[in-house]
């Protein structure tokens, strides 16, 4: 690295830095943003189920609006009398998950969490989608609460219909 003058030092940058919770290297690629989103992701999982959320969440990621539409005539908005597309008619590897999942509501559940965290989260950097990342994916697979149903659903109450 030059000096003003033209001298070379000997010194070479880092790439740590000291930061409230200790000493992190990173690359420049924000992967320290990226490990931060994948903590509190994954802290998600360790929530347990709640029907309510999920009686809250399923009709967010399946509803679909109608689509408002722009006439030609003096360029008034009108309905087109069409149903807009729900975030899982949007986000065709997540509607995948969910059906694959679709006979553990604790399971979906965590999708849906993952889902709407990343909704959130987007403008950040680092964010990823968890339903296509394999470490967020064998997390939930390795859960072990009650086989994904909460207690007092038998299976054909824990099914849902994508």
């Given at each position: 690295?030059?000096?003003?003058?033209?001298?070379?030092?000997?010194?070479?940058?880092?790439?740590?830095?000291?930061?409230?919770?200790?000493?992190?290297?990173?690359?420049?690629?924000?992967?320290?943003?990226?490990?931060?989103?994948?903590?509190?992701?994954?802290?998600?999982l360790?929530?347990?189920?709640?029907?309510?959320?999920?009686?809250?969440?399923?009709?967010?990621?399946?509803?679909?609006?109608?689509?408002?539409g722009?006439?030609?005539?003096?360029?008034s908005?009108?309905?087109?009398?069409?149903?807009?597309?729900?975030?899982?008619?949007?986000?065709?590897?997540?509607?995948?998950?969910?059906?694959?999942?679709?006979h553990?509501?604790?399971?979906?559940?965590?999708?849906?969490?993952?889902?709407?965290?990343?909704?959130v989260?987007?403008?950040?950097?680092?964010?990823?989608?968890?339903?296509?990342?394999?470490?967020?994916?064998?997390?939930?697979?390795?859960?072990?609460v009650?086989?994904?149903?909460?207690?007092?659903?038998?299976?054909?109450?824990?099914?849902?219909h994508?």
């Amino acid at each position: 690295m030059p000096f003003h003058e033209g001298d070379y030092t000997p010194f070479v940058p880092s790439k740590c830095y000291h930061s409230l919770s200790g000493e992190e290297c990173g690359d420049g690629t924000g992967s320290s943003s990226q490990s931060q989103f994948r903590e509190k992701l994954m802290d998600l999982l360790k929530i347990p189920y709640n029907q309510l959320e999920f009686e809250n969440l399923w009709p967010e990621a399946t509803h679909r609006k109608p689509v408002q539409g722009v006439r030609c005539r003096r360029m008034s908005s009108c309905s087109t009398k069409t149903d807009g597309k729900s975030y899982l008619d949007l986000y065709e590897e997540l509607r995948m998950k969910v059906e694959e999942f679709k006979h553990d509501q604790c399971k979906v559940l965590h999708l849906l969490r993952g889902f709407f965290f990343w909704l959130v989260n987007i403008p950040h950097e680092g964010v990823f989608q968890p339903w296509l990342d394999s470490l967020y994916l064998k997390a939930l697979t390795d859960q072990r609460v009650m086989n994904g149903m909460h207690p007092g659903l038998s299976a054909d109450d824990a099914s849902i219909h994508v």
